[in-house]
């Protein structure tokens, strides 16, 4: 889960969550105010487990180190290396 200010209070709080998908339920008025009005501090923001895979980098930067690695892999399985494809601006 991503943090936010609702998660934050929820910890102090000391109230136990409920289970998933329980917890979705019991606080989606609450997700559907935060949402219409782009409050996501007052939104539960899933990250899944890839979460921490995540790389504070700006976009750019993160493409090219993820086109990188990937030619890395497609040299290693005899692949055409995606940083030869042509590159849109």
Do not use: C, Y
């Amino acid at each position: 889960m991503v943090r936010s200010a609702i998660v934050d209070r929820i910890e102090r709080s000391g109230v136990e969550p409920a289970p998933f998908p329980l917890q979705l339920s019991l606080t989606r008025p609450l997700q559907q105010a935060a949402a219409s009005r782009g409050a996501t501090e007052m939104m539960f923001l899933l990250a899944g487990q890839g979460a921490a895979l995540s790389r504070a980098l700006p976009a750019a930067e993160l493409v090219d180190v993820l086109v990188a690695e990937t030619d890395a892999v497609l040299a290693r399985l005899g692949g055409r290396p995606m940083g030869s494809l042509p590159r849109g601006e």
